[in-house]
């Protein structure tokens, strides 16, 4: 894609696509037709909607179109499965296929069965729920699929098929739609180019008349979260860990096997069955906890991909509350963090600028080399070169001017233990930056006295400890809350995994809470004049950005700062995950493994809202990366 085009997901909370001016008269051309096309419908009594070039619009109706098939799912009963198929007639028996398949679902009890599909084509797609528990039940399906290959191929002259594969489920109607000579052309075919018969195996060709009702898949009661998944798929595409481990439809998948499993053991006598069972429940688990548990991201963005709104991410958070609780070393560690925070805050500073001295007279690869045996065994961070030092104490020497305009600022934890990268043009701290622009903009920063001591309870509640998560919220939503004086002033922090983390509850109490970009972009933008750089910069959009809904922000500050901004494709997530980026290093990497070949020569830098997430994409990119606010400042100056 060129670099002066930008897209987003079609999904987005506010969806921009810049056409290139040479694309002017291609549309200008498409308005044509469809001035026509409105001309021409309006001379008739058709039910159509208007064409409209509204993007936004535009992208809420196609994922209306899209979630019709996971939507069945999201009202099924519990052990049922979705099934879809699809078929196809001639345009002028459409109607007569649409009311014959009614009367089918309606006849065999399949009341909450939908039909939709590409009526141009005459492709239509039914998909309906079905559970596979009992003889009655594998019954009424058998004969169901029966009346309706009879219905489409021989009744309607249609297709079984239209533009999904054949399947078991449809293979033993091929023959009803083809004939007998047709289709043992077919098997003879089959044989020549595959006489193992071991491509595809009784998926399109298939003698056995029953396959389709054999080893069914079932669908256990697994776990409230999870139990409404159908196992679409729609939310792999923004997961950091495809490829890496499983996605959070593989998760659900194999934790349901693990389900069934033990239930299966629950009711089993024989014991060379239940040795064999135990084997493979073993298994699972064994290999679960780094593939569906340690390595997922728990970022929340696949809950935004599903149809039905399924949180992988907090499934897997509960499964971590699961194992910790009786784990009494985790919990003591986590509750003197708690009470601690401040001490604990210090020694990571500490540490890590002891290991900018030790990397300095070592090296680099030497550090990483004695770091890597316990990263292996132990689970600690794997050094690399992307460390940051520790930052340096808050400055509250620093004085501002008494204003009429406040906000109270909280900064994050990562951004008080991170300084800036040592490659970065600009190495004062994230505070430094926010006090020069509000400074420039006329707005008083008030910071807690306390500061070093709160927590928005992220860290805690990602590791699956909620109630350490929500102590630490508390503590800081009870002090924004007085430093605002019950909310007058808004509450701004300089990550948005925090504000994501706390808005919630700070709603509950009548606190504006913004990050960084929503607060420059709302705040600052106005009062500061600025000059737009013309070199390229890298923006990453972190996913609390998108699951706050203010990406659209973020993206118009970072425009309003430069001439050229490039957001890579195919990266929905860092990977980074709070500290996964430091324990767990190859997650970072697999989501970040094409950011690097997408910067451009002349692009020195990238921008973000979040100090954790800018370390892996410095360590990924080739070039640093830092909060947007740091661009924002160099481009801008008081307004006059």
């Known amino acids: 894609m060129p670099k002066d085009v930008h897209s987003y997901p079609e999904d987005s909370a506010a969806l921009l696509i810049e056409v290139r001016a040479e694309d002017a008269v291609k549309l200008a051309g498409l308005q044509q037709q469809v001035d026509r096309l409105v001309a021409k419908f309006s001379s008739h009594q058709l039910a159509t909607m208007a064409f409209s070039t509204d993007v936004k619009r535009n992208a809420l109706l196609w994922n209306i179109r899209k979630g019709t098939f996971p939507a069945v799912g999201a009202v099924r009963e519990n052990g049922t499965t979705v099934i879809i198929e699809d078929v196809a007639f001639e345009l002028d028996v459409l109607a007569q296929g649409v009311q014959a398949l009614h009367q089918l679902f309606d006849k065999y009890s399949y009341d909450e069965a939908i039909i939709f599909g590409h009526a141009l084509a005459g492709n239509l797609h039914f998909v309906f729920t079905q559970a596979f528990d009992t003889p009655e039940q594998v019954a009424r399906y058998e004969q169901f699929m029966q009346d309706v290959s009879q219905l489409v191929a021989v009744e309607l002259n249609g297709s079984l098929k239209a533009e999904h ?3 078991r489920n449809m293979a033993p109607f091929v023959a009803t739609e083809w004939g007998a000579d047709g289709f043992a052309v ?55 860990s495809k490829g890496l481990t499983l996605t959070p439809r593989q998760r659900i998948t194999l934790w349901r096997r693990r389900t069934e499993l033990v239930n299966t053991l629950a009711i089993t006598d024989e014991l060379s069955v239940k040795q064999q069972l135990n084997r493979q429940l073993k298994s699972i688990e064994n290999d679960f906890q780094y593939l569906g548990i340690d390595s997922c991201a728990a970022t929340g963005l696949c809950g935004m991909k599903c149809p039905v709104g399924i949180n992988t991410g907090e499934f897997i958070k509960s499964l971590r509350t699961q194992q910790l609780r009786d784990n009494k070393t985790a919990r003591y560690a986590a509750n003197f963090a708690v009470k601690h925070f ?101 707005i008083e920063l008030l910071l807690p006295e306390q500061a070093n001591e709160l927590c928005c309870g992220m860290p805690f509640a990602s590791k699956g400890l909620p109630q350490q998560a929500t102590s630490k919220g508390e503590q800081l939503l009870a002090i924004a809350e007085q430093l605002s004086e019950n909310g007058r002033y808004p509450v701004v922090f300089d990550a948005s995994p925090c504000a994501l983390t706390t808005t919630s509850a700070a709603q ?5 809470v913004l990050e960084s970009a929503e607060f420059a972009y709302q705040y600052l933008l106005p009062k500061l004049t600025l000059t737009a750089q013309s070199e390229p910069v890298m923006l990453h959009v972190t996913c609390s950005s998108k699951r706050r809904g203010s990406e659209q922000q973020l993206v118009d500050l970072a425009k309003a700062c430069c001439s050229e901004v490039i957001i890579p494709a195919d990266i929905e997530c860092c990977g980074f995950a709070g500290d996964k980026g430091f324990n767990l290093p190859e997650l970072n990497a697999n989501a970040l493994k094409t950011l690097r070949s997408q910067v451009p020569n002349n692009c020195s830098s990238g921008i973000s809202n979040s100090r954790s997430c800018e370390i892996g994409l410095t360590q990924h990119s080739g070039i640093n990366y830092q909060s947007v606010l740091y661009l924002l400042d160099k481009v801008s100056s008081k307004a006059c």
Request: glycine share 6%.
């Open 165 to 167: 594969g054949t399947g």
């Open 186 to 240: 077919m098997q003879r075919i089959k044989q020549l180019f595959d006489e193992d018969n071991i491509l595809n195996p009784g998926v399109i060709i298939n003698a056995d008349e029953n396959c389709h009702i054999q080893n069914l898949k079932s669908m256990p009661s697994s776990d409230d979260i999870i139990d409404k998944c159908i196992e679409c798929g729609f939310c792999e595409t923004v997961c950091p």
């Open 342 to 442: 401040a001490a604990v805050a210090s020694t990571a500073r500490f540490g890590l600028t002891s290991l900018a001295v030790i990397r300095n007279i070592i090296g680099a690869p030497m550090l990483r080399s004695l770091s890597k045996p316990a990263n292996k065994l132990l689970g600690t961070p794997l050094y690399y070169s992307a460390w940051p030092r520790g930052e340096q104490p808050i400055n509250r020497k620093q004085q501002q001017l008494p204003q009429l305009d406040k906000v109270v600022y909280l900064p994050s934890c990562a951004s008080r233990v991170f300084a800036p990268d040592e490659s970065a043009a600009d190495k004062r701290s994230i505070m430094q930056i926010m006090h020069s622009l509000t400074s420039k903009a006329g």
């Open 508 to 512: 509950q109490r009548g606190l504006t």
